[in-house]
């Protein structure tokens, strides 16, 4: 289906795929995916691309409900800085349209952290590699697969 979910099938990771009907208009493609699935927000989990002071990529995975605190993400992947990185460059990299950029299956791995809040729950969401397409899987078996960590990298996603 998607390069996400060959990497998980491949590692033989239990995952289950969630789909629902993209709306082309929606204002969020995170909070659209919970609203469909009927999901709480703090359970969907978006994939953000950032450029580090050095020039290399990483992701930081938060809950949509919230937002990405750049500084503790920079704390987190031991630099001084971070920014969001360019969209084209996102795309190139990770091999994924924004709105389905997936932390699993990129071209290229990147140094990943992973909110949290995500240990709260024996599942979390993260798209699957395409708008409209969710893989639930365990927060552990992300980090495994992913060779993430966990830290504080949300703000305002309490629930």
């Not at 009927?38 to 809950?63: M, S």
């Not at 365990?138 to 830290?151: E, I, K, S, V, W």
Request: charged fraction near 20%.
């Amino acid at each position: 289906m998607t390069p996400a979910i060959d990497s998980l099938k491949k590692a033989g990771v239990p995952f289950t795929v969630h789909q629902y009907s993209h709306d082309a208009h929606a204002e969020s493609w995170g909070t659209e995916a919970a609203d469909k699935l009927g999901l709480a927000p703090a359970r969907v989990f978006k994939t953000l691309v950032v450029a580090q002071d050095n020039g290399a990529l990483a992701v930081g995975i938060v809950p949509v409900a919230g937002l990405l605190d750049l500084k503790h993400l920079a704390r987190a992947l031991g630099c001084k800085k971070v920014a969001m990185a360019d969209p084209k460059q996102v795309e190139r990299s990770t091999g994924y349209v924004l709105g389905g950029v997936s932390p699993l299956g990129q071209k290229r791995r990147l140094a990943t952290v992973i909110d949290h809040s995500a240990q709260q729950f024996g599942t979390i969401f993260i798209s699957a590699g395409r708008r409209g397409l969710e893989v639930e899987i365990a927060p552990d078996d992300l980090a495994a697969q992913l060779d993430a960590r966990f830290a504080e990298i949300g703000k305002g996603t309490s629930e």
